[in-house]
């Protein structure tokens, strides 16, 4: 994301039906997003009970940090907050 965000100007769209095309698919990538984000945090949640019910520790640092460094490569800065928040998602906060 950038630091400067459009700022509305009250004026309603022009009806480009593209416009109206786009948005609709960006809502339908949003409730994908919405449920995968879900399913994830629900199966980290199963991982850890797993872990814990086996003896081990609730949390892996190496596989966390896997995870921060997957988002990072492939979004930067951002993706490492996107990143941490999948990860308190699934396990709460430290």
């Known amino acids: 994301m950038t630091a400067t ?14 416009i109206a095309a786009l948005r609709s698919r960006i809502d339908e990538i949003d409730t994908a997003i919405l449920a995968l984000w879900r399913e994830r945090a629900e199966l980290s949640r199963q991982v850890g009970a797993a872990r814990v019910a086996s003896g081990g520790t609730r949390l892996s640092l190496d596989r966390e940090r896997e995870i921060l460094d997957r988002f990072h490569v492939a979004l930067g800065p951002e993706g490492t907050e996107l990143g941490m928040l999948a990860l308190r998602a699934g396990r709460g906060r430290l």
């Open 5 to 18: 965000a459009a700022v509305s100007t009250g004026q309603p769209d022009s009806g480009d039906p593209r």
